[in-house]
């Protein structure tokens, strides 16, 4: 398990420079293993270096697509978030922080609202220049996890985002998130 002090979204890139001796031993563990992946989870309270931090339960599996060795046996990461996960157990932090977790899937829930979709897509790609989702699909997590990242919203409406129960509710709560963010531009504009 990885804590950070920010949310990584499925779908979402992780670039990592892996510099803490227990954070070393996990690069070297995952490279090791067949799928190359840990869990990312949000630190609650305290420090993202040297430990003792309060984390959140619900995370991301990260998978490590680029990884180089640099001096002082310090990597360079860059991983994908791949599926959400839910902490069952938080386990020892020797060598590095270890958990059991479970997949955490969707719950059934109710169709998305595709004209919301459609205008929190059309509302979030203000905030960049030219760039936007490919082939965004309004109906599934891809795509809402792929608009929320254009979005400037900080670790608590990220971490909403992720824990919404369903991709309708994941649109509904982003659409709320993007409203908070609009706001504060407005009033720093002063319009």
Known sequence: MFP???????????????????????????????????????????PEVGGGESRRDVGVVARMVQVAQLADDRFAVVAIGTRRIRVVEWLSDAPYPQAIVDDWPDEAGD?????????????????????????????????????????PMGAADRYAVLCASGCAER??????????????????LGD
């Open 4 to 46: 950070l002090g920010s949310v990584l979204l499925p779908g979402g890139a992780l670039p990592l420079h892996v510099f803490e001796p227990r954070y070393q031993a996990l690069v070297r563990d995952c490279i090791e293993a067949p799928d190359h992946e840990f869990g990312v989870v949000l630190i609650d309270r305290g």
């Open 111 to 151: 169709d998305v609202d595709i004209a919301l979709a459609a205008d929190v897509t059309r509302r979030a790609q203000r905030f960049v220049d030219g760039e936007s989702p490919e082939d965004v699909s309004v109906e599934d997590d891809a795509g809402v996890f792929a608009v929320a990242e254009l979005v």
């Open 171 to 188: 649109w509904r709560v982003l659409d709320r998130a993007l409203a908070d963010v609009e706001a504060a531009v407005e009033f720093r």
